[in-house]
């Protein structure tokens, strides 16, 4: 039996793609520390916690297909909160930010259209555009300049006639590049311009570090037919497995249009739903918490990082990934080599070769993403064990 | 801005389209009997109740794409009770039955490629397939003959160059009907002879009257490549809201292809998952009584619509909806008028009319379909004003 092409085609996440390397480490009674993924180790806030203890209807039934009114209620009360006035038809609530991003590739590209992306980027959208059957037009960014937003010219050079949408995330994954005011105006200028989208992936809204505020697409004024929204709860209250997020536009054509996707898979989960609606007026002090949490992780990781000599790595202003440009030809054969033949006191670290998160062939071989997702001192030994590691792995090459 | 040519083709839910005539009727303070909907009354099991009171995990973290390799394990234990033997790897947990026809479809077509689907069926196949791009071509069966599977003959009559699939349900939503092995046998047959996958929506398994017993495409033999099962727990524990599927294979290429489609979304929500896992090891007895239970409400509707003069009802084996049709030309307009006209003592009964369940234009329009979700008083009540609404609308027209 023949498979579809698209079901050939479709990337196998490049971040797992070392699993089994780590699991053989594991199995040799080697400790592997985890900076591969975006796994938070915050603990789940209570008020989350506690609507799944204290849930006491009879029956678990369907939600309607747009989300619980009552937490779309919520969520323009969180919204105003960030200075984004909506209504509660603007926003649909989805099975996390990914059902999210499906849903904006589908309603506004057909099979065969184009869609920007600024490289480097979250591999998943390589699927998304698969499952939409979207191509994905790389823009590329650099490491030397902390990953910033190309200039007009060069986002403009990347327009076809098939174009339909820039989609970034902001903050960035994998970069922690933050896009400031300037940057989205520029962005809504030319999606004015061209007749395009802007997707705006913005699950890592509250990661924003040095003081700086984030700014949303929806912040932007004039584009209210061009700006779509995705967000989800997985980052901002580490609750990565309750798969809740949503989609919001002011435009209602649109939003009528992806409310006809949601209804064919009838509703988000209902509980969890719940749950993220209890997050909602969790106090602000949480995320100052949190934040000061990530700062100091951040931190460690690019202080041992400028320790070691030829890297490129400019300090990224969000999210909680930084991506180093490495002193070394193949970034995926040290992170096999890390899990297949170091170890220091039994101990090793995985981390995320950034090759995968580039579109373009051949870029990003020298590079690896960090994730900062672990404790302060579970991540200086990690970084520890990869300054070792690197050290070790270019004398050996 | 344009919208892609999918978001506007997609059709809205066909059964949702009433909603705002109930809602008028509500307004008005009329209480209106709900046979529209798939949504159970039956209480949700203690099993999983008590998981999402019991979870005390500090963090809510991702599970594998795959779905929890413990809730795999335990489905490998549920389907060999119904002897399927399988392997942990031939299982991927999905957000509901919907995600798992979505990667079904996906997997197994390319945009542009036809799917035969029995028709009346499940509107929702329709926005399945506009998510994937794919065509349903429909097999049109019957209310004369309960909604049986048409001749080979007539089946081979549907299929084309671009044919790569043969979906339906079993039991069927929203016919009832139940196809026995020599149904799934002949549909075997037809797809090893033109090289056609069989999807198999088998999310009413247990939901099948008269001792007759189910047979899985699983059951089949010698079609390992080509049999793709899908489920879902929605309807089996009247859990709905907790949005656990899986769809299954036994051919691990496609498994794999699939796996790439499940690793973009990440995995299926996680408290859910276990509390699902938790509902595998429910005892049969649970079935008996909920069985009985909608046996005897089958009775009753069944027995109710008998009453009507010039209908046409072959008594359903499977689920919980029946199809009936009417000795009237609209039954969408009926469908209105019993919520915007008639009432009886401030009550009125709404149901689905089925012309949304066919792809041929035309087909349908005089017919309805209940699903029989209410108890037996609420449920008789309802079918006494379905058979005095619908003898005032038949005076009056």
Redesign the interface.
């Known amino acids: 039996?023949?498979?579809?092409?698209?079901?050939?085609d479709?990337?196998?996440?490049p971040i797992?793609k070392l699993a089994p390397y780590a699991d053989e480490a594991k199995a040799k009674g080697i400790h592997v520390y985890h900076l591969n993924?975006g796994?938070?180790?915050?603990?789940?806030p209570k008020e989350?916690?506690d609507v799944?203890?204290?849930?006491d209807e009879?029956?678990?039934?369907?939600?309607p297909?747009q989300g619980l009114l009552k937490y779309r209620q919520s969520l323009v009360r969180y919204y105003e909160k960030h200075n984004m006035p909506l209504k509660t038809d603007d926003i649909i609530v989805t099975?996390?930010g990914?059902?999210a991003i499906?849903f904006a590739l589908?309603?506004?590209?057909?099979?065969g259209?184009e869609v920007i992306v600024p490289e480097p980027f979250y591999t998943?959208y390589?699927?998304?555009a698969?499952?939409a059957?979207v191509h994905i037009k790389p823009l590329t960014t650099y490491a030397e300049d902390g990953f910033a937003l190309p200039s007009n010219e060069k986002i403009i050079e990347c327009i076809t006639d098939k174009t339909?949408a820039i989609l970034f995330s902001n903050p960035g994954n994998p970069t922690g590049a933050v896009y400031l005011k300037n940057d989205l105006e520029r962005l809504a200028d030319i999606a004015l311009k061209h007749?395009l989208?802007l997707i705006s992936d913005e699950v890592y809204r509250e990661f924003v570090y040095d003081g700086l505020s984030h700014t949303s697409i929806l912040h932007i004024n004039e584009i209210e037919?061009?700006a779509i929204m995705v967000d989800s709860i997985s980052k901002r209250y580490?609750?990565?497995?309750?798969?809740i997020g949503c989609i919001i536009s002011r435009?209602r054509?649109?939003m009528q249009?992806?409310?006809?996707?949601a209804?064919?898979?009838?509703?988000?989960?209902?509980?969890?739903q719940l749950a993220a609606n209890a997050a909602v007026d969790i106090e602000d002090a949480y995320f100052i918490d949190v934040l000061q949490e990530y700062d100091k992780r951040r931190n460690i990781v690019y202080n041992e990082i400028q320790q070691i000599e030829g890297v490129v790595c400019v300090k990224p202003e969000g999210a909680f990934y930084i991506i180093v440009k490495l002193p070394i030809d193949d970034a995926e054969d040290f992170a096999k080599w890390m899990l297949e033949e170091f170890s220091d006191n039994n101990e090793t670290v995985m981390f995320a070769p950034a090759e995968g998160f580039y579109a373009t062939p051949g870029l990003g071989r020298n590079e690896v993403r960090l994730a900062y997702i672990l404790n302060e001192n579970a991540l200086k030994r990690a970084m520890f064990l990869f300054r070792k590691g690197l050290q070790e792995y270019m004398e050996k090459k």
Not at 39 to 44: M, S, V, Y
Not at 257 to 261: G, Q, R, S, T, V
């Open positions: 039996m023949e498979l579809s092409k698209r079901a050939i479709i990337q196998a996440s797992r993924i796994q938070p180790d915050i603990e789940t989350i916690m799944y203890k204290h849930f009879k029956v678990l039934s369907y939600g297909s099975t996390a990914s059902e499906i589908l309603a506004t590209c057909n099979a259209d998943n390589n699927g998304f698969s499952i059957g339909k007749n989208y037919d061009h580490s609750a990565c497995g309750a798969r435009d054509v649109l249009a992806i409310l006809k996707f209804q064919a898979r009838l509703c988000p989960p209902t509980i969890d």
